[in-house]
């Protein structure tokens, strides 16, 4: 009874520290086991070399879906955990078919699927930050369509259907979704050759732009903005990336600029920020840095100085 009760202890211990308690101890006590089965079908060294992020990898890759939820889980935790986010983003990073998986899963939107798909945005996000890891991303054929389908509308209150209207999201997930989107975006965009790909991807500069657009009482009213901290970081996301878009240099930026001048809201919704932003002045410094960049193309010029409001502003 004693060994047990010191067996147990530890495998709390090691959930807890791996912030894993809300799953129980079964995944832990998995790992262990599967390691301990290494050693003893294989040899010793096999068993050594299994750590919680390979294991994690492998139950990502499974057919059963618990455990892509638990895999998903682990390395989400271990990828924001600052004592073993560099390890494992690395072993992450150099994995093809992991990523491959990860931006297979934001495509996954069934109800019962939304932690999944949570865990692998945050990881995509954070694997995205590093330009090696971002090049192998976008390098994946649809990886920017996946991303792009976590960006969905928020402008409608209460709930909100995904694009393919299989089911509700309420409005905290639905902007956790959107700003994981547009981080993992903006961090993409650092590439000029992944701007344009973004460029390219049909109806994505149309949300990017949608997510510029600031009501009145977001830039005017501090409480406002604490209360609701999540919408005026998804215009501040949105705002970096059509920055980094329109400066990207030679005939894809001259595309870009020529194609998010040409979208409806471009000008207005920066216009609105221009007028109403006085509190929030780095949005009107992004902002304005953005209509000038999108001045340098014929055409341009015209557009910003026909939407009213704006050279005053």
Known sequence: WEWMISVSK????VNQECGLERFGTGSVRRFFYDAYSRCLNGSIFDGLKMDMVIFAMELLVSNIPDEHLIGAEILCRFST???YSVDTLQKIGTNLAIIERLVEMLNWRNQNQ???????????????SKKQNSLRVAEIPGAIESISS???STRDSGQATDEIGEHSINQTDLWTFNNLGLLILKRLARDQDNCGKIGKTKGLLSKIVDFTYAEKRL??????????????????RSLKLLRKLVTTT????????SNISGIVFTVSNIRETLRHGKKRPELQKIGAEILTFLALDEGATEKIGGTGGVLKG
């Open 114 to 128: 939304e932690v999944v798909r949570r865990s692998s945005a945050e990881i995509l996000s954070r694997l995205a």
């Open 150 to 152: 976590l960006l969905e």
């Open 81 to 83: 955990n600052k004592d």
């Open 10 to 13: 530890i495998l709390e211990k």
């Open 250 to 257: 030679g005939a894809t930026g001259k595309n870009l600029r």
């Open 219 to 236: 830039l005017r009213d501090p409480n406002v903005a604490v209360a609701e901290p999540y919408k005026i970081l998804a215009v501040r």
